[in-house]
């Protein structure tokens, strides 16, 4: 008849009987050569607004892409043009077809799904941070020991931005030691947040201050010999999202990261300054460039903020397709999370 509602019951199941891949209705593009086959773990609103948009420009062959619910994957899925979605992260990554894995899910998950993907032979790029611990790091240094292992990268876009870029062409031209000072204007975040959490975000230092540490780094050219952090103490607010971080080079460079939660979001949020010899450039927002005492340049400007994401996934993709190395060093990788894991410990 007219039912005003309709109830439909079905048997138990276990978990992974429930976990379902289905075949979307898309047109299949057909990929020659070494072009990577794209598992993606992971369809939120980052990964929907800035990794899926920058990967279709690579025409990497898009295979699967898994969520936990099913619904974002389809969606997703159907919008970008992948073959499949699907909810089960496992069986993407083991698939035969699948070669290069994307990871692009809560911070607690990322250690675990690498490790997963490495064991399978596949390459990976995971969304920062790396992992939460460094138990968890050294399981995945282990496991990329041999001669053969797959590419890491993470999703340390800062250094791909092409004014990043010009920093540090213009750099090179020195051997004297950099002074760096790295201004972010963070914002605040509620403390019940999960990026808040040390089990499930890391903290806000592992969680996204990792990004700043990598590119002094990057940077700096340079190992990182000593680091140092204070942190405002505030009664009111006792996140440990007020910090100074101290960091020195080997070459003999240093650097001071100030995040700050307690500012104006009016105000710029990423502003680097660099002095050396004589000389300093400016970068606000990755927008804008500007230099003092730079024979033959004096600024240049962007029509739109560039912080590399695009550059980034397209550097990886390139890598897989051409058959070079990784475009971050792994040891570089493996230093950035440790010492990022380290200061957020000593605020914890």
Same mark, same amino acid.
């Given at each position: 008849?007219?039912?005003?509602?309709?109830?439909?019951?079905?048997?138990?199941?276990?978990?992974?009987?429930?976990?379902?891949?289905?075949?979307?209705?898309?047109?299949?593009?057909?990929?020659?050569?070494?072009?990577?086959?794209?598992?993606?773990?992971?369809? @939120?609103?980052?990964?929907?607004?800035?990794?899926?948009?920058?990967?279709?420009?690579?025409?990497?062959?898009?295979?699967?892409?898994?969520?936990?619910?099913?619904?974002?994957?389809?969606?997703?899925?159907?919008?970008?043009?992948?073959?499949?979605?699907?909810?089960?992260?496992?069986?993407?990554?083991?698939?035969?077809?699948?070669?290069?894995?994307?990871?692009?899910?809560?911070?607690?998950?990322?250690?675990?799904?690498?490790?997963?993907?490495?064991?399978?032979? /596949?390459?990976?790029?995971?969304?920062?941070?790396?992992?939460?611990?460094?138990?968890?790091?050294? *399981?995945?240094?282990?496991?990329?020991?041999?001669?053969?292992?797959?590419?890491?990268?993470?999703?340390?876009?800062?250094?791909?931005?092409?004014?990043?870029?010009?920093?540090?062409?213009?750099?090179?031209?020195?051997?004297?030691?950099?002074?760096?000072?790295?201004?972010?204007?963070? +914002?605040?975040?509620?403390?019940?947040?999960?990026?808040?959490?040390?089990?499930?975000? +890391?903290?806000?230092?592992?969680?996204? +201050?990792?990004?700043?540490?990598?590119?002094?780094?990057?940077?700096?050219?340079?190992?990182?010999?000593?680091?140092?952090?204070? *942190?405002?103490?505030?009664?009111?607010?006792?996140?440990?999202?007020?910090?100074?971080?101290?960091?020195?080079?080997?070459?003999?460079?240093? +650097?001071?990261?100030?995040?700050?939660?307690?500012?104006?979001?009016?105000?710029?949020?990423?502003?680097?300054?660099?002095?050396? #010899?004589?000389?300093?450039?400016?970068?606000?927002?990755?927008?804008?460039?500007?230099?003092?005492?730079?024979? =033959?340049?004096?600024?240049?400007?962007?029509?739109?903020?560039? /912080? =590399? *994401?695009?550059?980034?996934?397209?550097?990886?993709?390139?890598?897989?397709?051409?058959?070079?190395?990784?475009?971050?060093?792994?040891?570089?990788?493996?230093?950035?999370?440790?010492?990022?894991?380290?200061?957020? @410990? #000593?605020?914890?």
């Amino acid at each position: 008849g007219s039912p005003l509602g309709i109830v439909l019951s079905y048997p138990e199941a276990s978990e992974s009987a429930t976990k379902r891949t289905v075949s979307l209705e898309i047109d299949r593009r057909t990929h020659g050569g070494s072009t990577p086959a794209v598992a993606v773990i992971g369809a @939120g609103n980052y990964a929907s607004q800035v990794l899926l948009p920058a990967l279709k420009q690579t025409n990497a062959q898009l295979h699967t892409i898994v969520s936990s619910g099913g619904l974002n994957s389809v969606q997703r899925g159907r919008r970008f043009g992948f073959a499949n979605a699907s909810t089960d992260a496992r069986a993407a990554i083991i698939h035969n077809d699948v070669t290069t894995v994307i990871i692009a899910t809560r911070h607690d998950s990322h250690a675990e799904l690498v490790l997963r993907a490495i064991e399978a032979g /596949k390459d990976v790029f995971v969304e920062k941070p790396l992992c939460l611990s460094s138990d968890e790091l050294e *399981q995945i240094q282990a496991s990329l020991a041999g001669d053969e292992s797959p590419r890491l990268v993470v999703g340390f876009n800062r250094r791909f931005s092409p004014l990043t870029r010009q920093v540090q062409e213009l750099l090179a031209s020195t051997t004297s030691p950099k002074s760096f000072i790295m201004t972010v204007n963070a +914002g605040k975040i509620p403390a019940e947040h999960w990026t808040q959490d040390p089990s499930v975000g +890391g903290g806000r230092i592992v969680g996204e +201050g990792c990004h700043f540490i990598d590119l002094l780094r990057f940077l700096a050219g340079a190992p990182i010999s000593k680091w140092s952090v204070s *942190q405002l103490r505030d009664s009111a607010d006792a996140n440990p999202d007020k910090v100074s971080i101290g960091l020195e080079f080997e070459d003999g460079s240093q +650097g001071t990261i100030h995040y700050l939660a307690n500012g104006h979001r009016s105000f710029p949020k990423e502003r680097l300054e660099v002095f050396c #010899a004589g000389k300093v450039l400016q970068l606000d927002n990755f927008r804008r460039l500007k230099g003092w005492g730079w024979k =033959g340049f004096s600024g240049m400007r962007l029509w739109r903020q560039d /912080k =590399g *994401q695009e550059a980034c996934v397209a550097a990886f993709v390139d890598a897989i397709r051409e058959g070079r190395e990784s475009p971050i060093p792994l040891e570089e990788i493996v230093e950035v999370s440790r010492v990022s894991i380290e200061i957020q @410990g #000593a605020l914890s």
